[in-house]
């Protein structure tokens, strides 16, 4: 299997990434699975029936959206479009560009892909900023019954595209 890791420093709920880069080729890592997320009554987002689903991942974000992206546009029978607005501070830091500048032109009828930067060079041609109502506007699908959109990223990113989260941590 693939594995996608930032090594962020280790902080309060996070530290996976420093943990698993630190280790050794061939040293052991032991971990316990969450068990699978429920959305909308359903724990495989092709069982929704959408006909599209709107992306949002800053940063890190993209690694559970780029899983998502690769199983809907892997099945031969589902029409879910896919937009996927891939936010990040510099061009350098967008992870998995290669495989997404590739899906995006393979499956150009279903998958559209937007980047946004935050600090972007002065020749950067794309989206900038962290996100605003035109951004949504320009890259995400319209609301609508057959419409989702998901959010990943750090919480403060979280909450600035779908507002505040809590988060629980056992003691």
């Known amino acids: 299997f693939d594995l996608l890791v930032k090594a962020y420093p280790p902080r309060r709920g996070g530290g996976v990434g420093a943990f698993l880069c630190g280790l050794q080729p061939g040293e052991p890592a032991y971990f316990k699975l969450k068990p699978p997320r429920v959305i909308k009554g359903a724990t495989d987002i092709a069982q929704l029936g959408l006909r599209h689903l709107g992306l949002v991942g800053g940063g890190t974000g993209l690694a559970p959206l780029l899983q998502i992206v690769r199983s809907l546009l892997a099945d031969k029978q589902d029409t879910t479009r896919i937009s996927l607005l891939c936010v990040n501070r510099h061009e ?21 892909l ?41 919480d403060g990113f979280v909450d600035h595209w779908a507002g505040a989260i809590e988060r629980v941590y056992d003691e």
Do not use: K, N
């Open 114 to 154: 937007t980047y946004a930067l935050t600090q972007p060079p002065s020749d950067w041609a794309g989206s900038w900023g962290r996100g605003d109502l035109a951004m949504a506007r320009e890259a995400l699908p319209s609301p609508g019954e057959d419409t989702l959109v998901l959010v990943c990223g750090t």
């Open 92 to 112: 350098a830091d967008i992870l998995m560009r290669d495989e997404l500048d590739r899906l995006s032109i393979e499956h150009f009828q279903r998958f559209t």
